[in-house]
T-cell receptor, first 113, second 116 residues
Framework: DTEVTQTPKHLVMGMTNKKSLKCEQHMGHRAMYWYKQKAKKPPELMFV???????INESVPSRFSPECPNSSLLNLHLHALQPEDSALYLC????????????FGEGSRLTVL | AQSVSQHNHHVILSEAASLELGCNYSYGGTVNLFWYVQYPGQHLQLLLK??????LVKGIKGFEAEFIKSKFSFNLRKPSVQWSDTAEYFC??????????????FGDGTTLTVKP
């Protein structure tokens, strides 16, 4: 079991829908991340939050909107997605330390119809 | 920017065979190196890491990796694999200067299939 909890595990949405992915961790980590992973591909970094502030946006389209309400929660708001956005969305957290290893959630598998 | 190259896309072994997965990185500065594993249907998890000290690091489940700075390599090894080692293995690197930003770069991954 992972200490990073993601909901929902599966999500199917149409291109005009608005939905959100949620992530929670209680390890006291002050960095949280969204990654996108396609089948048989490595995770691709989307966003990084450090101390609840957005520190990295890897040129992600504006139809993905991250939010970090507090140090334990991370959301990813989805709107007007495209079928090619279908993927596994991974949340991760880490301590802000010398090593920065990532602790991943199980992911939210998104299908856009 | 850093990059990571994993040489083997798919490795098939019989149980008890020895394993070595290659990983090379490209970056001019000091790095932290990781191997992550993703078992079927499970989350990505850390297998082992190197950031300083002894270049031979040991991880969970009998895995080890050796950092060879001159070769920019961090190969993963296990003397005797088990069927339960069947998984996707990712090598990753983050630049020490970027640690606070958490920008880890992943290799393309190696699918390991162990036949019983």
């Amino acid at each position: 079991d992972t200490e990073v909890t993601q909901t929902p595990k599966h999500l199917v949405m149409g291109m005009t829908n608005k939905k959100s992915l949620k992530c929670e961790q209680h390890m006291g980590h002050r960095a949280m991340y969204w990654y996108k992973q396609k089948a048989k591909k490595p995770p691709e970094l989307m966003f990084v939050y450090s101390y609840e502030k957005l520190s990295i946006n890897e040129s992600v389209p504006s139809r993905f909107s991250p939010e970090c309400p507090n140090s334990s929660l991370l959301n990813l708001h989805l709107h007007a997605l495209q079928p090619e956005d279908s993927a596994l969305y991974l949340c991760a957290s880490s301590q802000l330390s010398r090593t920065g290893e990532l602790f991943f959630g199980e992911g939210s598998r998104l299908t856009v119809l | 920017a850093q990059s990571v190259s994993q040489h083997n896309h798919h490795v098939i072994l019989s149980e008890a065979a020895s394993l070595e997965l290659g990983c090379n990185y490209s970056y001019g500065g000091t790095v932290n190196l990781f191997w992550y594993v993703q078992y079927p249907g499970q989350h990505l998890q850390l297998l082992l890491k190197y950031f300083s000290g002894d270049p031979l690091v040991k991880g969970i489940k009998g895995f080890e990796a050796e950092f060879i700075k001159s070769k920019f390599s961090f190969n993963l090894r296990k003397p005797s694999v088990q069927w339960s080692d069947t998984a996707e293995y990712f090598c990753a690197v983050n630049a020490r200067i970027d640690t606070n930003a958490g920008k880890s770069t992943f290799g393309d991954g190696t699918t390991l299939t162990v036949k019983p």
